[in-house]
């Protein structure tokens, strides 16, 4: 039985579907998903019993408006789509990043403000359990005062051809810039980035940023899409934190189940698996419960995901004037 407010998916690409499945696996009512491909969005309709699919955020608003969203849609696509729900009184989780520019989150930042509706953005990691019990042990004091922290993320080749236009700063060290700003525990105030190209790529497939944050903390964040094409998507995540009386890390690079046949595979049991559950579940458990009121604090304040926009940003711009030294005010 279905049960909660009846929540909108808008995007029903790869994420958008496991947005669908993890709302369902918490026995809550996805009401309508909307998206300008017919077929996929009523296929997904479908699998899931979606009951209403339409093409636009405007004709969600004006046939179905629900009583929450996830917002999927591609980087660029957030500012409209979100502006257009938080207007209508719409609370939303807006996937990471925020947006894909500066402007672009600012401006969502503005209209949240404007409006007086919730707006969350979805940096899944910090619903991970692993991350967030290193978290915790860092709040606690087990490390003594946080030094530095330090991140690598590898992913395969494929995704150069998957998202051409998009900068890797802003596409997966997004998540990187946000653990270091969690783990730290104070903004980022200067960027320093170094990127690579390899031959057919518009893009880096190499970034590699040193970031100094307003209470002396360093972080290091390194980003590559260099794998084999079949390497699995998620199987090589390390993040280290280093503090006066210890070190604590999160390595994703052994993963729990590991099938090596005719291609290799590790399914994601941790964050976002395919059937619902895991990390992302978590994290749409909490956005419903600060719609409904049940919980008043955010885990992740939306100055957060705008502070990790601008981080992103200046990384990218960085790297691309050669490693000359970025500061955030």
């Known amino acids: 039985m279905s049960t909660g407010p009846r929540v909108a998916v808008i995007g029903t690409g790869a994420f958008g579907v496991r947005h669908v499945a993890a709302y369902r696996s918490l026995g809550v009512r996805v009401d309508a998903l909307v998206d300008p491909d017919a077929a996929t969005r009523d296929r997904v309709a479908a699998r899931y019993g979606v009951p209403h699919t339409v093409d636009t955020v405007a004709d969600l608003l004006a046939t179905a408006p629900p009583d929450a969203a996830s917002v999927c849609v591609p980087g660029p696509a957030h500012r409209p789509v979100a502006l257009a729900l938080l207007a209508a009184g719409i609370p939303v989780l807006v996937e990471k990043p925020l947006a894909a520019t500066v402007a672009d989150a600012t401006a969502i930042v503005a209209a949240a403000e404007q409006h007086g509706v919730l707006c969350v953005p979805g940096h899944i990691l910090r619903h991970s359990p692993a991350h967030r019990a290193l978290y915790d042990a860092v709040r606690a004091g087990q490390l003594g005062q946080v030094l530095a922290v330090s991140s690598r993320r590898d992913r395969p080749r494929t995704l150069t051809r998957l998202f051409p236009d998009e ?150 711009d960085s790297a691309t004037a050669d490693g000359a030294v970025r500061r955030l005010t």
């Not at 899409?225 to 009386?245: A, I, K, M, Q, R």
């Not at 919980?295 to 601008?310: C, I, K, Q």
């Open 167 to 316: 900068h890797p700063a802003l596409l997966t060290a997004v998540h990187d810039i946000d653990l270091a700003l969690w783990y730290a525990g104070s903004p980022v105030v200067e960027v320093r980035a170094a990127a690579r190209t390899r031959p057919g790529s518009v893009n880096p497939v190499l970034v590699w940023a040193e970031l100094r944050h307003a209470n002396g903390v360093v972080s290091s964040i390194r980003n590559s899409y260099l794998l084999p094409d079949d390497t699995p998507n998620h199987t090589s995540d390390l993040v280290e934190v280093y503090g006066t009386d210890g070190v604590g890390h999160v390595d994703l690079g052994h993963p729990t189940v590991l099938v090596q046949a005719g291609r290799t595979e590790a399914p994601d049991w941790l964050l976002s698996p395919a059937d619902g559950g895991g990390a992302l579940a978590a994290e749409l458990r909490h956005f419903l419960r600060l719609v409904d009121g049940t919980e008043s604090s955010p885990v992740v304040p939306l100055a957060d995901g705008l502070h990790v926009v601008r981080v992103a940003a200046a990384m990218a």
